[in-house]
């Protein structure tokens, strides 16, 4: 018969199981992967108050998605974020002049420019040695899983000087699935650029 103290572990292993489950079922594991990130100075740092977010891309959908999750995001974490789309209408983004998208920008009151662009996308197919149906891995068999690689590139203006003040290269396994790249690009973008003094 186990005893009081076996059981109780075992309780324990158990919740721990449980909690790490329902992370993962609830989309806890964030995507993104950092390559590199760099910010100006920090004696030059200036904290900034109202960001667009915009997504530059053809998908006229994925733009969109893109951009008011992530933004909802960060609203989240009481930054105030405005979908590009909701001042330079998607349909109207290969149109529109460097100049009408500056003052559409500075129109709406925002000091700063969050821009993302996907500089390359493909698939991957990882494999996960050693993991099986069975506890612990105990056959052999392991277990492939067909992941969609995009390396995005994001960069942060200040609207007043033009002038590109942080930018990120990161990774995602999740390019297909929009939503849950745009929502954990949102948090990575509030946790980043507090850290860097932008927030």
């Known amino acids: 018969m186990m005893g009081s103290s076996g059981q109780g572990s ?3 292993f158990l919740s721990c199981c449980l909690a790490v489950i329902m992370l ?11 390559v590199e990130t760099w910010h100006k100075p920090a004696v030059e740092a200036h904290r900034y108050q109202k ?3 915009l997504g530059v891309s053809r998908d006229e959908n994925m733009r969109s998605t893109f951009e008011n999750l992530a933004a909802d995001e960060l609203s989240k974490h009481q930054v105030q974020a405005v979908p590009g789309n909701t001042i330079i ?5 290969d149109k529109a002049t460097r100049a009408e998208i500056v003052a559409a920008v500075k129109a709406s009151g925002c000091d700063a420019v969050l821009t993302t662009r996907a500089m390359s996308v493909g698939s991957a197919t990882v494999s996960q040695g050693g993991e099986s149906a069975y506890i612990y891995g105990a056959n052999s068999l392991s277990s492939h899983y067909d992941f969609k690689r995009a390396t995005l590139q994001i960069s ?3 609207v007043a000087t033009e002038a ?5 290269t990161v990774t995602t396994t999740d390019g297909d699935s929009t939503a849950k790249v745009s929502r ?10 507090r850290r ?3 927030l």
């Open 89 to 93: 209408p998607v349909l109207n983004m």
């Open 184 to 193: 954990d690009m949102g948090k990575f973008f509030f946790e980043n650029l």
């Open 24 to 34: 993962l079922l609830t989309g806890g594991c964030s995507s993104i992967s950092v």
């Open 196 to 198: 860097d003094g932008l």
């Open 164 to 168: 590109l003040v942080w930018s990120a």
């Open 156 to 158: 942060m203006f200040d």
């Open 51 to 53: 960001i667009m977010i």
């Open 10 to 12: 075992t309780t324990r």
